[in-house]
Nanobody, 115 residues
Framework: QVQLVESGGGLVQPGGSLRLSCAAS????????MGWHRQAPGTQRELVAA???????NYADSVKGRFTISRDNAKNTLYLQMNSLKPEDTAVYYC?????????WGQGTQVTVSS
């Protein structure tokens, strides 16, 4: 069992930055592939960025060059550094942990990009 708690969301102006964190507890964090997903009102949840247990990363085309995913296995924490934010990045951001058939989600954190 894994518990995931996101933090770091908020209101930011276009062009600004935020760093999201996802604190994991309850299992061996380092074995899980981790990801950030987001869901805007009226849309499906979409993958934003993912990182494997070995540190390989991939990103949605819409965030490449602006967002960076990272993990600190010693702190059981996943991060998402978001730069050059755009209004279309507004969504609830969810942390996800996967290992085999196991799949866990956090409760989400709201990111709003608006002037």
């Amino acid at each position: 069992q894994v518990q995931l708690v996101e933090s770091g969301g908020g209101l930011v102006q276009p062009g600004g930055s935020l760093r999201l964190s996802c604190a994991a507890s309850g299992s061996i964090f380092r074995v899980y592939a981790m990801g950030w997903h987001r869901q805007a009102p009226g849309t499906q949840r979409e993958l934003v960025a993912a990182i494997t247990s070995g540190g390989s990363t991939n990103y949605a085309d819409s965030v490449k060059g602006r967002f960076t995913i990272s993990r600190d296995n010693a702190k059981n924490t996943l991060y998402l550094q978001m730069n050059s934010l755009k209004p279309e990045d507004t969504a609830v951001y969810y942390c996800n942990a996967r290992a085999g058939t196991l799949n866990y989600w956090g409760q989400g954190t709201q990111v709003t990009v608006s002037s």
